[in-house]
């Protein structure tokens, strides 16, 4: 069988090459190579970001094509083997029919009020012409979020160390080119003590789990039906043979939602506000539309935005933080974009690739919300959260939780960017985000109500 054309250097040099810059590399195999080439990562690998390839990939996740576990191993150490990610075949899909109530549109009303709350609470932190980190802003919001939508856990103790040790691992685990590298190669995950990276690594997590442990016994002993968080859902769900969620499953899951729901969704909100502020026209544009809104107006009309909806679509497909769908093996002979290939041949779609598409996107490289106004892209041309069998899970509350932030701060605050030159994408552990620290100021509060801008200072 003959593999599509890629680069011909070692693949120790196309691995380096990939944990150091994988976009610029992947920007680069598609402008010599095309839809499809080869990578030699450790193994052989395809990737392919031609649409009709994609549909037929994804829409025979379950027959053509499987989603090895041995593919999201490096995912293993901070989502822990129990995870929905980690699983396949029926198991995963046990897994998701657990999960799936609770991040049903239904339910986002429950954490509507939990979103605008934290975000007040993170606004109220910054002074009136004083800088602040974009990036650790949004952070903090989602990670608040989280602990409180998802994980439940609103004060004590517990919920402050929980959420120290929560930001500490990930920013551990996913923070750098270096940390990713750690994740990638197992050789590197050695404990050499409580001082050494993955000693202290290893010792946070199991501090993390057992704290996790400790909430849910304590919510097993004194069963509580008024609570609407993911935790005491999933707590409650049982399976078609009607078996529960055991502790280390419940304690994964989390765990992944933590890592899928922050991290992620932070990054997203920080190319959004970097942009609206870059960008005279977008945020004019979309402070117009929201400005229309009054006190009566409600979670789902917020949610039903057009021009909101564009730019977060925007922001999700320029530089998204997922920069490749889940690895795929064939299963079956196949063929794609003209290549027969048999089973145990492993692929990737790229989500970057897709997303930057000419074709697709006129001049890619520009954020341009207005391309969704004018047409509606197919679920293999924009996929930000993936698709398939493997669709994130929790989408329907990322992108609500991004439109409810972004309301609540731009009808509250007048921001300007310290420095509008150029931001480009870099890896970030495992995903991607800014390649350097997005500063803003607070100018002023807006009051909505009136149509007009108060200066305060």
């Not at 499987?66 to 029926?90: D, Q, R, T, Y």
């Not at 006190?295 to 530089?319: G, Q």
């Not at 398939?388 to 972004?406: D, H, N, P, S, V």
Request: proline letters at 5%.
């Amino acid at each position: 069988m003959k593999l599509p054309n890629g680069p011909k250097t070692p693949s120790f040099i196309q691995t380096l090459k990939f944990i150091l810059n994988p976009l610029s590399m992947l920007d680069n195999c598609a402008k010599r190579y095309g839809d499809i080439f080869t990578l030699n990562l450790k193994s052989r690998v395809v990737f392919i970001s031609n649409p009709q390839a994609l549909q037929q990939i994804l829409t025979n996740d379950k027959t053509d094509f499987s989603v090895p576990s041995e593919g999201n191993k490096a995912f293993e150490p901070l989502m822990g083997k129990h995870s929905v990610i980690m699983a396949s075949g029926n198991a995963h899909r046990r897994q998701r029919q657990l999960l799936m109530p609770a991040f049903h549109g239904d339910r986002m009303r429950c954490y509507g009020d939990t979103i605008n709350q934290v975000t007040s609470e993170i606004m109220n932190s910054w002074e009136v012409g004083q800088n602040f980190d974009v990036r650790f802003g949004m952070q903090a919001t989602t990670m608040r979020v989280i602990m409180q939508a998802v994980f439940g856990i609103y004060e004590g103790d517990r919920a402050v160390e929980l959420e120290k040790l929560l930001g500490s691992i990930l920013e551990a685990g996913g923070s750098s080119p270096i940390n990713a590298a750690f994740m990638i190669f197992p050789i590197l995950q050695r404990d050499l003590g409580a001082k050494s990276h993955w000693g202290n690594f290893l010792r946070q997590k199991e501090r993390i789990h057992q704290l996790l442990n400790e909430e849910i016994e304590e919510r097993r002993a004194k069963p509580d039906d008024s609570r609407t968080d993911v935790l005491s859902m999933l707590m409650a769900a049982r399976d078609e043979n009607g078996e529960a969620m055991t502790n280390a499953e419940l304690r994964d899951e989390l765990i992944t939602l933590l890592f899928a729901g922050h991290e992620t969704t932070a990054t997203a909100l920080t190319w959004a506000l970097y942009w609206i502020h870059k960008l005279p026209e977008v945020r004019e544009k979309l402070l117009a539309e929201l400005d229309c809104l009054d006190e009566n107006s409600d979670f789902n009309t917020i949610n039903k935005l057009p021009y909101l909806n564009a730019v977060c679509n925007e922001t999700l497909r320029i530089y998204p933080v997922a920069i490749l769908l889940f690895q795929r093996k064939v299963e079956t002979p196949v063929s794609l974009c003209g290549y027969d290939f048999e089973p145990g041949t492993l692929l990737y779609g790229s989500i970057y690739l897709v997303h930057q598409r000419e074709d697709l996107y006129p001049e890619p490289k520009k954020f341009k919300p207005e391309r969704f106004l004018e047409r509606q892209f197919s679920p293999y041309e924009f996929i930000p959260f993936g698709g398939g069998a493997r669709r994130c899970i929790g989408m329907a509350f990322a992108q609500f939780e991004m439109k409810l932030i972004l309301t609540k701060i731009l009808t509250s605050l007048q921001l300007d960017l310290i420095d509008s030159g150029e931001v480009k994408p870099k890896r970030r552990g495992l995903v991607t985000g800014p390649n350097r620290s997005i500063q803003m100021v607070v100018k002023g509060k807006r009051v909505v109500e009136s149509r007009s801008l108060e200066t305060v200072g």
